[in-house]
């Protein structure tokens, strides 16, 4: 802490000497190369942090200077997902501060020269064993000139998985790089693991197979041309599913040789809203749903059994309903925001695989994403950050955002944009559920605030200013959340805390009032900072024990929201501080344990306590995490390092307790469950995707696709294999059930989705050398794999090839352009 102040005050005395001028500093950018190499997870080498038992993990970040020198009093900022401990720099008399959150700093107390190279030896906890855990746009900053981001460390945009990859990652090559610590015995799934996975060929599957499954389904001889169909004019919501057919090939429309599909409509003859049934003869088509949204579901469903080749639909009688009520998707626009384009394409997804509920994460620490009217702050500066250690203009640059404004990160959703979010959901029989947490991950509410009472202060309205402030002036209490803010949280124990709350909510009810589509549900976040109220006034005077503030935030809001009749949802452990309070409120959770650290007792905890329960398990629903144990598939991996689309389409959610004897903790290591048990059913399931590491539309995805297929059809369809792992033939018809849906997915889903321009990830080849011979197989069928012996001219496989034919390989969708990442035969990944 003194070695940092001393440099600080060493830096500030040198400010009058600097040289660099905008040109030079602009050059500089251009010029400075930045690379990172992790050097050892394993180790966890004693450093000066109380994390993790003041163990940490070693990198090397190495800057090298070209034409341009570093001027005394420069300063680089950067992102590093864990708090640097400990530095060690050769040869350069240099300073690294953590700011806030991820932000650091390297001030340089002496100018390095040109041609000049400085390694600065890293120690942090936790580890960094994928190359997604770099994070991108270092930038330089010198005096009152404009920032300049490094452009060594910018993203560099990969045309085979259409993926941005930070420039300055380098190799995880070594086990002690891509492993955790050395307890990790999770599989390296490299291309040789991937090989031994996959079957030796796919068979071909000829049966229809529709995604989701249904419940049940009869085929009889005979079938229909189906060039079109026409809808009944009576019923012109079904117009919103048009585009969502045409992605299957099925056209709509008035015209005389087009089919005429009989729907009617009456929820009395189902018991869920979600319900149809689906009749193919020789009088026609004819869909009985409970609801005009089932009626949609019947059409998808009937779009997936035209043969795309013959456009014939055979003779065929379906009865089909929901397992779940609650089939929930998560988006975190907060993080890093995408842009309204890739909510609108999620949507029309989500209604295509009979998904209903889009839980939508407005607000966090890092972005507050949609306009509330009489608090333009909240999207004047907590939708941006930017190089303003003030904050009073944007928030702090944060998960490798870098300094400038009008960063692809930044942004928010306006009232029309919302409402018309709102209405295109409505239409396909999803509700959205906006999400602003508390009252912890708070921070961009929280800053924006402070500048809202800074304004209004200067302004001489002090009243006013007060109004919507979240935090204590003069609370001295100290804290770190988990992301490693100390500023991140509100206040339980002020007015203006629910002030503000209820302002929010009731702009939120009149946004949906004013777009026809009630708000009904609403999810509080409930996540809480440990340490954050210690010293605060207010709460000390409160008379309420700190271990039960958050309790009692809780109640406070959940009573609020009841009053306007809206359910309040949260997550399951700050949900529980206030549970005794909450027997007779209108509440959900969504349980975010994992499977190895007890889900299923919370789980058991919440059904006994009678409140709807919505599986969010990280351990196998949390989509930001990789789809492998690979470090070059990207994400976060704090609860799994493997995700993938077989492990989605197996997870038994009723029977959660049996997948320990299928899978194991995160690193690797067996564990023991026992089953769910309550007095009150499962009421869904929803999967999750964080961005904190996915910054493009391409990156959102490439992670939501494939494996919201899988997700979808353990949402609806509960598979006859499900909670028979001790049967003699269960590991067979668990196979031969995902190989048809595989197949239904590879050959009917993947086509279209490529075709509306979604980057849905391809696995790659896995790859056997042996013998001096290279084979390949498929992990997915309907994928034609490739060879090159150059990395510019690639081949058809179709036999093994002598080693040394070829130097990589990729797999591509047949007859797309679509191929899976590329492998380098010649790397420790491939082998």
């Not at 189902?270 to 049934?277: E, G, H, K, T, W």
């Not at 629910?498 to 026809?516: C, I, P, Q, S, T």
Request: proline share 6%; charged share 20%.
């Amino acid at each position: 802490m003194m070695k940092n102040y001393l440099g600080w005050l060493l830096c500030l005395a040198s400010t009058q000497a600097l040289a660099t001028t905008q040109p030079e500093l602009n050059q500089l950018g251009r010029t400075l190369i930045v690379s990172y190499q992790v050097q050892n997870n394993i180790a966890q080498v004693p450093c000066s942090t109380d994390i993790m038992e003041g163990k940490c993990f070693t990198a090397q970040l190495t800057l090298s200077t070209q034409d341009i020198p570093v001027t005394q009093g420069t300063s680089l900022y950067f992102s590093h997902m864990s708090p640097i401990a400990d530095v060690e720099a050769n040869n350069a008399n240099i300073t690294v501060s953590h700011i806030n959150g991820d932000l650091h700093r390297i001030d340089f107390l002496e100018e390095v020269n040109t041609n000049t190279s400085i390694a600065i030896n890293i120690k942090a906890p936790f580890w960094h064993a994928s190359r997604s855990d770099v994070m991108p746009n270092y930038y330089l900053v010198s005096g009152e000139l404009e920032p300049v981001v490094i452009d060594s460390t910018r993203l560099q945009h990969r045309t085979d998985s259409q993926l941005p990859v930070a420039g300055h990652a380098l190799s995880w090559t070594k086990p002690e790089q891509y492993r955790r610590n050395k307890d990790d015995a999770l599989p390296f799934e490299t291309a040789r693991y991937d090989y031994d996975q996959a079957p030796a060929q796919w068979t071909v599957e000829s049966r229809n197979r529709v995604i989701p499954q249904v419940v049940s389904q009869s085929e009889q001889l005979g079938f229909v041309n189906l060039t079109g169909i026409r809808l009944p004019q009576q019923l012109p919501a079904l117009l919103a599913w048009q585009p969502l057919l045409a992605q299957f090939g099925l056209s709509v429309g008035e015209q005389t040789d087009f089919t005429p599909v009989d729907v009617r409509i009456n929820d009395s003859d189902f018991n869920s809203l979600d319900a149809y049934r689906l009749t193919v003869s020789e009088t026609g088509i004819a869909i009985h749903a409970a609801s005009e949204h089932a009626a949609g579901y019947a059409l998808v469903t009937l779009a997936q059994l035209v043969d795309p080749q013959t456009k014939r639909i055979n003779y065929t009688h379906i009865e089909d309903a929901p397992r779940f009520d609650y089939r929930g998707v998560h988006i975190d626009i907060a993080r890093n925001f995408n842009g309204k384009q890739v909510l609108t394409t999620i949507i029309e997804q989500m209604a295509i695989l009979k998904l209903n509920k889009l839980h939508l994460h407005i607000s966090d620490d890092e972005g507050w994403r949609l306009e509330i009217p009489g608090l333009p702050e909240l999207t004047d500066i907590g939708a941006y950050r930017c190089h303003d250690l003030s904050e009073q203009q944007c928030l702090l640059p944060q998960l490798g955002g870098g300094p400038h404004r009008n960063s692809p990160n930044n942004g928010y959703l306006t009232i029309a944009d919302y409402q018309q979010l709102l209405v295109q959901a409505n239409n396909l029989g999803i509700e959205v559920i906006p999400s602003l947490d508390m009252p912890g991950h708070v921070r961009a509410a929280v800053k924006s605030m402070q500048v809202r009472y800074n304004k209004l202060m200067a302004q001489g309205k002090p009243e006013q200013a007060r109004m919507y402030l979240l935090t204590e002036p003069g609370d001295p209490s100290q804290y770190r959340s988990i992301q490693f803010y100390n500023d991140n949280t509100l206040n339980p124990c002020i007015d203006s805390t629910y002030r503000f709350l209820d302002k929010v909510l009731n702009e939120l009810k009149v946004m949906h009032a004013d777009a026809g589509v009630p708000l009904r549900t609403y999810h509080m976040g409930a996540d809480e900072t440990a340490g954050a109220w210690t010293q605060s006034p207010a709460c000390l005077a409160s008379g309420v024990d700190q271990d039960n503030l958050t309790g009692m935030f809780i109640e406070r809001v959940v009573k609020l929201g009841n009053r306007y009749g809206l359910t309040m949802a949260g997550w399951s452990d700050g949900m529980d501080k206030a549970l005794p309070a909450l027997t007779n409120s209108q509440i959900q959770v969504n349980v975010w344990d994992t499977l190895f650290w007890g889900a299923t007792k919370t789980v058991s905890h919440w059904l006994h306590a009678k409140v709807p329960t919505v599986l969010s398990l990280p351990d196998v629903l949390y989509f930001d995490f990789p789809y492998q144990n690979n470090p070059l598939e990207p994400g976060y991996y704090w609860a799994a390092k493997s995700v993938s689309l077989r492990k989605v389409f197996e997870f038994m959610p009723e029977d959660m307790h049996q997948m320990a004897q299928l899978w194991t903790d995160r690193m690797g290591k067996a564990y023991d469950d026992k089953p769910v048990s309550g007095d009150f059913p499962i009421a869904g399931m929803q999967s999750q995707l964080w961005t904190e590491v996915t910054r493009t539309p391409d990156s959102v995805e490439y992670m939501l696709f494939p494996r919201l297929l899988a997700f979808a059809e353990r949402a609806w369809h509960h598979a006859d294999w499900e909670g028979k792992v001790t049967q003699p033939h269960f590991a067979s018809e668990v196979n031969n059930d995902y190989a048809s849906f595989a197949h239904a997915m590879a050959t009917r889903h993947y086509p279209r989705l490529i075709a509306h321009d979604i980057n849905v990830r391809v696995p790659p080849p896995g790859v056997k050398q042996e013998n001096e011979q290279l084979f390949l197989r498929a992990l997915l069928p309907n994928l034609a794999l490739e060879y090159s012996p150059d990395g510019v001219h690639w081949h058809r496989y179709s036999a093994p090839l002598r080693k040394g034919e070829a130097m990589m390989v990729r797999a591509r969708v047949l007859h797309t352009d679509k191929t899976s990442r590329v492998v380098q035969l010649d790397s420790p990944l491939a082998q």
